[in-house]
């Protein structure tokens, strides 16, 4: 039993903020309250927590989010509380602001559907078949994953231009380039880059079918497809709806795409229109506390969707009986499937990796790929330590190790203090960290330069400027998908184990930290190492809370590429992938031959 | 060593190193300019003085400024664009200081952009200017003032003015020599591609300008000079009409605690020392034209700064709101 419950958390930590909201958190919230077994000091009630947690994120983001309605509140010369609904009424008054919201909501709906079945497609093909090289099309996902997507976006201005690279190379004309900026183009792009959250949240479903559901349908001699959708597909069927809503929330708070392939495409979204809002001067918070309202309501949309839409039934299929998933065989169709997933990975992940490799080695953009424009000296500039980018390279992950320290720390007692708590209470924490990742984080870092700098008590602090405030901000950004991770996991835990803990006398921290914790230890892990990725390419807080003995990576490349140093830019950001695939790997190899020593001794 | 005790020992260790980031004692320096680094290193170099520098897009800087409104946390602000530095001046978060640049050798130029409050100081100079990709134009004739570019139409790059300073210095030397009415006229019929016009920074209307959609662009001098010094197909064209002076512009919060400092730091920026400083610096900010006598612009430039306008900084920042929206619903998808 507990063997099983372990194996069903490693299969739902899936590293997407998102992916892991809605497998654990809604799903866990409207499902069964695995760990409540009444008693006292068993109640789900955690005032201190959710008090951290709201000076953490909920004030600096209400902060910001108010000025929808007192837009005067933070005026450096007549600070006033007069309310006003001007900016929620800018919204529609103004048609580009129109614009951007339609866009978005469009985009987000066709962008879910066409990512989710890109995942779909990936996760049956490389789950239920025995297609070849299958752990490189495992890997494929996370790849994709780690990158973020303002380099992502960058990747595809450089390959597509009219100039780009791929008209140097002949493989297409200059018109051909350019009709690729359009709506089309930003949907590939988007399935592209998006389709890994779908692909984690179907896997999750699919590695708790057991294998005898498939074996029941052989011996029927249903064909695979007729087995695929007369069974497996019904028994994910929650999964492909998750996917479909946490795409969309994906999509509708994607910003780095916004702000260069969609702008590109003379395209306004909601995302760029708050960075926009925020970044001109004067600043019109107003406007992005509106727009970031807006935002929050279209979210929390799609999670009540999933609350009460049907997505969040138990969909547990893991027993202790169950046998092991025997894959289909392709047969002749082998090739024609490995050639489609070679297609998928290049474009995906091969593509805007070289093209981000290639102008990290090249001087002039114009030159594009002659042998003479060819230089290492981009890659000599980040790794010259006394240079500002090898700096900021160390820099970034001795924050990121921190952030996921502290961040994994607090999330393992809050989310095990929530999953005690009432229904009620784990819908509305899992709402409220659905709706704080979609929000685009320069809302929250806005909040932050307003708490500590100008709201009298946390103004006094001191913290403001400092590398403390920069690793305090990467973990507010990172909490919430923290917590979703550790309650995906701990949903997955049967009431057995809470109750037999109960009754030998032991308390709930006792309980966590001897035998929950153990249990949920490859989520933990899971969630440390998304947690370090996702911090080393955090760019708002980078770029709002910098401080002032120097800037974080992300902060860093976006400023060496608005001042037209690409190459510099492209090569840290090169260099930034490497180390986190260095250290991944490293702390992989770790983690195996620590199971394996334990194995042994066992 | 038991986990927990490690976890700790980690944890103390990076409270630690982490706490002690913050030096009271530093000169912190905003700033948008790439030649800061070179100019702050030079400083601390012959004074001792350690400068911490938050270097951010002007857009993204002046974010973070407004953000701290009434508490600033910069000792000294350092942004192109004098129109931003006359409303902060008039909001009152720099503190003006009177006689800081007496000494100071400036060129004509230099002294006629010298505000009578004297909050902020000229530390540099460039404009706008029409920059003209060579290989795409072919043999057509090239611009030579801003009205030409009506014959270029849809394939005119020009970066946000919401969201880069000198870009709204542009727009309001536009408007101060066509006169407003006039002016929106003729860049409705200039700027007719929405996905060229209202690019967010200048880096990206470069890409465009080099592989993408754009053959002419308006830009900042200052980066067309460092494309043609990366010999990229592009030349520079000084519009007939004239052009108006993007000062990069420096001033003390009025809530500094290191004044003395902030002003020395003012100081040496205005010497040819720390002009020399500045041209040693990798990026498109390091062509400036310079402000103070002796010193000579580098690479391909020009000296004709003789020509250039002056801008009426309080009628552009009392018109700043307006201007800019008007631009952004016109021209920014």
């Known amino acids: 039993m507990v063997q099983g419950s372990v194996r069903t958390v490693i299969g739902s930590a899936a590293p997407t903020r998102n992916a892991a909201a809605v497998e654990g958190g809604i799903g866990a919230g409207m499902t069964s309250r695995s760990l409540i077994v009444g008693g006292k000091g068993w109640g789900g009630g955690s005032p201190l927590s959710w008090f951290v947690a709201f000076v953490l994120i909920g004030l600096p983001m209400l902060l910001v989010v108010v000025q929808a309605v007192v837009p005067k509140l933070f005026d450096p010369t007549a600070p006033s509380i007069a309310l006003s609904f001007e900016p929620l009424s800018r919204m529609v008054t103004s048609p580009r602001l129109l614009h951007g919201i339609v866009n978005t909501v469009v985009l987000g709906i066709v962008g879910a559907i066409v990512s989710t079945l890109l995942g779909l497609a990936l996760a049956l093909v490389v789950h239920l078949t025995d297609v070849r090289m299958s752990r490189v099309w495992k890997a494929l996902p996370w790849v994709v994953f780690a990158t973020p997507s303002y380099l992502k976006g960058l990747a595809w201005v450089l390959l597509m231009s009219q100039g780009g690279y791929l008209v140097y190379l002949g493989m297409l004309t200059p018109t051909q380039a350019s009709s690729f900026f359009g709506p089309t183009g930003l949907l590939l792009v988007m399935a592209l880059s998006l389709f890994p959250v779908p692909y984690f949240i179907v896997r999750a479903r699919l590695e708790g079918i057991g294998g005898e559901f498939l074996d029941a349908a052989r011996m029927a001699s249903a064909s695979p497809a007729r087995t695929i959708i007369l069974i497996v597909l019904p028994m994910i069927m929650p999964a492909i709806g998750l996917s479909l809503l946490t795409t969309f929330a994906e999509v509708v708070g994607d910003f780095g795409l916004a702000n260069t392939l969609a702008r590109s495409m003379s395209l306004g979204l909601l995302t760029y229109n708050i960075y926009a809002a925020t970044s001109s001067f004067p600043v019109d918070f107003a406007a992005a506390g509106a727009q970031a309202l807006l935002l929050g309501v279209l979210v929390s949309g799609s999670v009540v969707a999933a609350a009460f839409g049907g997505t969040q039934r138990d969909a547990r299929f893991l027993s202790g009986r169950n046998r092991s998933l025997r894959p289909y065989r392709l047969r002749y169709w082998q090739p024609l499937v490995f050639a489609v997933l070679a297609l998928l990975a290049i474009s995906a992940a091969v593509l805007p990796l070289l093209a981000v490799t290639l102008r990290a080695l090249t001087t002039s953009l114009g030159a594009g790929l002659s042998p003479s424009n060819f230089s290492l000296s981009a890659i000599r500039t980040v790794f010259d330590i006394s240079n500002v980018a090898g700096q900021a390279l160390v820099s970034s992950f001795a924050y990121a190790f921190a952030t996921a320290l502290v961040t994994v720390a607090f999330a393992i007692v809050f989310a095990y203090r929530v999953s005690l708590a009432s229904k009620r209470t784990r819908v509305l924490a899992a709402g409220l960290a659905m709706v704080t990742v979609a929000v685009p984080g320069i809302i929250l870092a806005f909040g932050y330069i307003l708490l500590y700098d100008r709201v009298p008590g946390f103004e006094n602090l001191g913290l403001y400027g400092t590398r403390t405030l920069l690793v305090l901000g990467y973990c507010a950004a990172a909490l919430p998908y923290c917590l979703i991770f550790m309650w995906s996991a701990l949903d997955r835990l049967g009431s057995s184990l809470g109750e037999a803990s109960r009754l030998a006398g032991a308390t709930p921290l006792r309980h966590l930290r001897l035998i929950v914790a153990p249990l949920i230890g490859r989520a933990i892990a899971a969630a440390f190492g998304v947690t370090m990725i996702r911090t080393v390419f955090e760019l708002p807080m980078s770029q709002f809370l910098m401080p002032q003995t120097g800037p974080a990576i992300p902060a860093l490349i976006v400023d060496d590429f608005t001042q037209d140093k690409d190459a510099v830019a492209c090569a840290l950001a090169l260099v930034a992938l490497l180390a986190v695939a260095i250290a991944w790997g490293l702390a992989t190899l770790v983690g195996r031959s620590n199971l394996r020593s334990k194995g042994a001794k066992s | ?333």
Not at chain 2, 35 to 61: C, M, P, W, Y
Not at chain 2, 254 to 268: G, L, P, S, V, Y
Not at chain 2, 315 to 332: H, P
Request: aromatic content about 8%.
């Open chain 2, 1 to 333: 060593m038991k986990p927990i005790r490690f976890v700790s020992s980690i944890f103390v260790a990076l409270s630690a190193a982490l706490g002690s980031a913050h030096a009271a004692d530093h000169l912190v320096v905003y700033s948008a300019l790439d030649t800061v680094d070179a100019a702050a290193s030079a400083f601390t170099e012959k004074t001792g003085i350690q400068v911490d520098l938050v270097r951010l897009s002007t857009g993204e800087l002046l974010g973070k400024v407004a953000a701290e409104g009434d508490n600033p946390k910069f000792d000294v602000l350092w942004v192109e664009g004098s129109a931003v530095m006359s409303r902060l001046a008039d909001q009152h978060i720099l503190k003006p200081e009177p006689g800081l640049a007496d000494g100071v050798q400036y060129t004509d130029l230099g002294h006629r952009l010298v505000p009578k409050s004297q909050a902020y100081f000229p530390v540099t100079v460039s404009t706008t200017a029409i920059a003209v990709n060579n290989a795409k134009i072919g043999s057509a004739r090239p611009p030579k003032s801003w009205h030409d570019l009506v014959g270029f139409a849809g394939s005119v790059a020009a970066k946000d003015p919401n969201l880069s300073g000198p870009a709204f210095q542009w727009l309001a030397g536009y408007f101060a020599s066509k006169g407003v009415d006039a002016g929106k006229q003729e860049l409705l019929n200039i700027l007719t591609n929405n996905k060229l016009s209202g690019i967010p920074s200048g880096g990206a209307v470069n890409k465009s300008l080099i592989t993408g959609d754009a053959s002419v662009a308006i830009q900042q001098d200052t980066s067309i000079y460092a494309l043609i010094d990366q010999k990229e197909p592009v030349s520079i064209v000084y519009p007939s009409e004239g052009v108006v002076a993007i000062p990069s512009s420096a001033g003390i919060a009025r809530t500094t605690q290191h004044e003395d400092n902030a002003k020395k730091f003012i100081q040496f920026l205005l010497t040819k020392d720390g002009e020399a400083a500045m041209e040693r610096a990798d990026g498109g900010d390091g062509f400036f034209a310079p402000l103070i006598q002796g010193v000579k612009g580098k690479g391909a430039r020009v000296d004709n700064t003789s020509s250039w306008q002056i801008l009426d900084d309080a009628k552009a920042s009392a018109n700043e709101t307006e201007w800019k929206q008007w631009f952004r619903d016109q021209f920014v998808p």
